[in-house]
């Protein structure tokens, strides 16, 4: 028996990545806030974070401990391994753990509205159709027109969910989910993108020769995104089966990369006002 709803793993390290929205000169003070953020969307939820701390002064450390219980947290202290590795690690930590069925993957650049974690874990135990969910509604999603595909949509938990092909490193699976899919994942850390390795799980576009040929001539980018998946992930391309990913609409948090805001929310207005406890 799970002695809890979730499990977190989150990574964090001392330096600015992309372009921040706000606090973008200032790392800790981005940190508490959205830590902050995280806090108060874990509200009905019980749960454990293993902090994975990259190359962190020890103000980090006590960051976490003034947020969470000694009990509800475990400091994992890393000599500046880097993102790559660190991601292997959370991949280790929630597979390795006993505290609870459903893991999460947490970056320490997203804010989130309230009560979004109720919302996953319900979500999770009310479709066991659904493998993986993103709680990031991304703005690519709207723009590119790799996601010009249909969608299921569903209405769980309270919330609007649609299947999409890929996201980002912040998501959350149940833990079985994530033992089938972790060497598709794991292809991260060996050089692969994080919309490569998605694909490989949920199998967008993958087995269609017209879209490389569409996307040879209209958009590189994309078809990188497509050959790279094959180039790290043909065994699982081939021979896992594919797995589900749910985004919700509207989003439960964003990326704070100031061009990559999920759309139809201000986020402005999710800032923690006092971050710092």
């Not at 391994?81 to 959370?90: E, L, P, S």
Request: with cysteine; proline share 5%; net charge positive.
């Amino acid at each position: 028996m799970h002695k809890r709803d979730i499990a977190i793993a989150y990574r964090i390290f001392p330096g600015i990545s992309k372009n921040p929205f706000f606090s973008a000169d200032n790392k800790l003070r981005l940190a508490a806030s959205c830590l902050s953020s995280m806090k108060v969307a874990l509200d009905g939820v019980s749960f454990k974070i293993f902090a994975i701390l990259d190359g962190c002064p020890d103000s980090y450390e006590e960051l976490f401990r003034s947020h969470f219980k000694a009990d509800d947290l475990e400091i994992i202290q890393c000599q500046k391994i880097g993102n790559q590795a660190t991601f292997r690690k959370q991949i280790e930590i929630l597979l390795g753990q006993t505290e609870a069925e459903i893991v999460y993957f947490a970056e320490d650049d997203y804010l989130y509205v309230p009560g979004a974690f109720e919302k996953i874990v319900k979500l999770l135990r009310q479709a066991p159709a659904i493998d993986f969910v993103t709680p990031y509604d991304h703005l690519d999603y709207y723009t590119l027109n790799f996601h010009n595909y249909k969608s299921q949509i569903i209405s769980r938990a309270d919330h609007h969910w649609r299947s999409v092909s890929t996201t980002c490193l912040t998501f959350a699976a149940r833990k079985s989910e994530l033992s089938r899919a972790h060497r598709a994942l794991e292809h991260y850390s060996e050089g692969s993108s994080d919309a490569s390795v998605w694909l490989s799980i949920t199998k967008f576009h993958i087995y269609n020769p017209f879209k490389y040929l569409q996307f040879l001539f209209q958009n590189f980018y994309l078809f990188k995104i497509l050959a790279i998946s094959w180039k790290f992930g043909w065994r699982e391309n081939l021979f896992l089966k594919r797995q589900t990913l749910y985004s919700p609409v509207p989003s439960l948090a964003t990326h704070a990369e100031a061009t990559c805001l999920a759309p139809n929310i201000d986020w402005q207005k999710h800032i923690p006002p006092r971050p710092l406890p």
